[in-house]
């Protein structure tokens, strides 16, 4: 196959298989292939099949350790899934996204594909790869020092490993659980947590997994420092590993091994532990030799063969600064620097120290902000501060600082970049389209977002605001008009409630989608375009799909990935930050100058359900800014608004039954328009959405408010 030029997709395909095959007998001749394979793959004409193809070999190279080219590969067949909107694909390329980067100790890009991955797999109900995507986000946390946020993804996975009776997802929390007890000094408990993974690991038919688990538990007995123990289990590991025969971990364990006798200073069996250690890894395999070069360095620097001494740290120091590990790095940077201070090397020991530092501080400067960060998260002493609180995020328009909302401006800063489609659900008045926008602006500042609201224009309407029109397509076209699709083109499409969207149109967005162009009404002529769409609603489009109300195949188009907002009610924290923000926006409407709302008001404020959720706290504070007369808003301006009624006290009631009658419909009649005004006022006049709100009909709201017009 090497020698034959594959121009067919089936020749490639063949040959990746053959690649899969070769991976633990034949890697040299496996590379090889891949190499030739990865050149013949953009002779593939059709753009899906080339991607395809990228991704099984971007596979391929993740198991060559090879994990720069894998990401590159992943990632071009990453940005043809995401214009196609192949989600299965993209959830799986950002999983394996996710593995390279982790692999490649860059925890923080490995966190924002894995919980991209996360999050696509719950939609898609792929409960695998979301198990998966939490037990590497455990790993990823752990490794930056997030132990909270570790352990809290980690028990995630337990408890839903157990409902799947999922006994591997079982057995890789209570390791990663383990270690993370590790990490913060919790040596007992990581014991006990991994020994329980051992017992159940050991009835368990995975060779491979229960080697692991031994190892994890020679880590923990090495850490309170005993040894006899430790190597017991490290050499139970080994016996799996050779039998398996997996080199890259038999590397690892007898590296490991060696560091147990380094710690006690037996440098003669640590020296036989590295040397073994050294001719299993496998070559390409940077990422094991790197710290096993090191430990040889060190090792015969320890015994006095000096000779070997610089040959072993100068491949060691090329190794860490090609991979650009950080903790690689610091350990070949101390050992260097404590070694050629022992010889004498003066002026070698102050370079590898200045390097020493340097990467030192860099990881201390990035603990150090996140750790401010999270310390300004908890700390809440000041209801009102400015409304850059969520500066870092970027989202001036959004104002919040919950957890709930930080969780959602995460998703935006993670989805923005990627050319995907976006649904946005919420209740009414929420904020969905300022979360649209701040998508839109992350993504492509400078190109167009076009918005339209699906229920706010009549059906006959809506398809040539969507799609334009041909001139003569209808009576009074007397020009070609370019529809909203075609204006959003190269930019960012907002389909606001796009459950009101009607079936027949449904399906003719469907087809923009897959086919990439539009066909204006009345015309035969399709036009090209590139758009991003980001859909939002407040209803249940699965119970619109099995009532037969929405198409299941748009849905699936456009719900790649998912962005929930909160209720007001479920992040009352926001509150005082929302007022602050709105008195300051009214003030300059009505050029007023309100400093503050006093401390009653604010928690009468609190005390409220906000069924409309930010719009009708907003459309509050204009009303409450508008009226007030002082430089504080006080309770008074609320409450009384809330409660007051034009119910006569009980001296003005008529005697007469009939007048008292008349006059009891006339209260009720008043108390109903208040009522309408309101969700009307909640909605911004918005009938449909007053509807759905308040549980009544058009009819209902036009009976109301004629009844009050013909008086």
Known sequence: MCEVK?????????????????????????????????????????????????????????????????????????????ILGEKKYIMKCYYFIGNTFLRLDNFDEAIKYYTLSFNTSSTLGDKQIQRDSALNLGRAYHEIGDNEKSLEKLFYLLNESKKEDDTRGIIGSLINIGNNFNNVGLYDRAIKYHQKALEISETYDDQILLGSVLFNNASSYSYVKDYDLSYQFYNKALTIFREENNKRLIAFTLNNIGDIYINQKKYESALTYYLQAEEYVVKSDKYSLAPIMTHLGAVYFYLGKLDKVEPYLDKAIELVEELNVKQFKLETYRSANEIYFQLNEFAKAYKYQKKFFEVKESILNAETAQKIANAQKQKIDNLFIEDNANEKFDFPEIIGRSKIMNEVFSMINMVAEHNVNVMITGPTGSGKELVAKAIHRKYKKNSPFIAINCSA?????????????????????????????????????????????????????????????????????????????????????????????????????????????????????????????????????????????????????????????????????????????????????????????????????????????????????????????????????????ACELGKLNKSQIYRILKKKTSE
Not at 56 to 82: I, W
Request: hydrophobic fraction near 40%.
């Open 6 to 82: 594959m121009k067919k997709k089936d020749d490639i395909n063949k040959a990746i298989e053959k690649i899969k095959k070769n991976l633990k007998d034949s890697p040299k001749e496996a590379l090889k292939l891949a190499a030739k394979v990865s050149k013949q793959i953009n002779l593939i004409e059709n753009e899906t099949e080339r991607a395809k193809l990228h991704y099984e070999l971007g596979r391929c190279y993740s198991s060559f350790s090879k994990y720069e080219t894998a990401g590159k590969l992943l990632k071009q067949a990453l940005n043809v899934f995401e």
């Open 457 to 689: 224009i009549p059906e006959h309407l809506l398809e040539s605001e969507l799609f334009g029109y041909a001139k003569g397509a209808f009576t009074g076209a007397i020009n070609n008009k370019k529809g909203k699709i075609e204006m959003a083109n190269n930019g960012t499409l907002f389909l606001d409630e796009i459950g009101d969207m009607p079936l027949s149109l449904q399906s003719k967005m469907l087809r923009v989608i897959q086919e990439r162009t539009v066909t204006p009404v009345g015309s035969t002529k399709s036009i090209p375009v590139s758009i991003r769409i980001v859909s939002a609603t407040h209803r249940d489009l699965q119970e619109m799909i099995n009532n037969a109300e929405f198409r299941e195949d748009l849905f699936y188009r456009l719900n790649v990935i998912k962005i929930e907002i909160p209720t007001l009610q479920e992040r009352k924290i926001d509150i005082p930050l929302l007022v602050n923000h709105f008195i300051s926006k009214y003030n300059k409407k009505f050029n007023k100058k309100i400093k503050t709302v006093s401390a009653d008001a604010l928690n009468y404020l609190l005390s409220l359900p906000w069924q409309g959720n930010v719009r009708e706290l907003e459309n509050e504070i204009e009303k409450a800014v508008l009226l007030c007369g002082q430089d504080t808003l006080h309770i008074e301006l609320f409450v009384a608004a809330a409660h007051k009624t034009e119910t006569a006290s009980i001296d003005e009631f008529p005697i007469n039954w009939s007048d008292y009658k008349l006059f009891k419909t006339k209260i009720g009649d008043d108390l109903d328009l208040k009522y309408v005004k309101k969700i009307l006022a909640v909605t911004n006049q918005d009938i449909p959405k």
